[in-house]
């Protein structure tokens, strides 16, 4: 276990103007974030909940640290998953469609979503979240 310091990114943007991170600033956090996921990703382990919530930033020194690994798991780089978990709005399509997918293509969609939301201030998706669940459709 280790003393995390920080809050988490989702508190660190909420406190900038505008809601969102200066490019530069945004390659120094973002650049530790793929690093990390992709150490996960050569160790086979997927997160399968990429979000501003559970990555914390020391304001100080912008270091990151990925937490929450509860809906990660370790896999085969190929294998189907079919487990509907995440947080919808940074879910990809074939998940909220409830189609088998592949936990590291996941990942990377999430990180995508992820750095949208940093640089842009908001989700580059608006839908009705419980439209899409129920109805198995992605809303854009």
């Known amino acids: 276990m280790e003393l995390v310091v920080g809050v988490s990114l989702l508190q660190y943007l909420k406190s900038l103007p505008g809601k969102k991170i200066p490019e530069s600033e945004c390659c120094y956090i973002y650049k530790q974030i793929v690093n990390g996921i992709s150490y996960l990703h050569k160790l086979n382990i997927i997160h399968r909940d990429i979000k501003l919530e559970n990555i914390i930033i020391n304001p100080d020194n912008k270091y990151i640290k990925i937490i929450d690994y509860g809906f990660g798991c370790i896999t085969a780089k190929s294998?189907?998953?079919?487990?509907?978990?995440?947080?919808?709005?940074?879910?990809?399509?074939?998940?909220?469609?409830?189609?088998?997918?592949i936990g590291f293509y996941a990942d990377i969609w999430s990180l995508g979503i992820l750095l949208f939301t940093l640089l842009c201030g908001a989700f580059p998706f608006k839908g009705m979240i419980n439209n899409i669940v129920s109805n198995n459709l992605l809303l854009l």
């Open 79 to 101: 294998k189907l998953l079919n487990f509907f978990c995440g947080t919808p709005s940074y879910m990809p399509p074939e998940i909220i469609q409830k189609r088998d997918y």
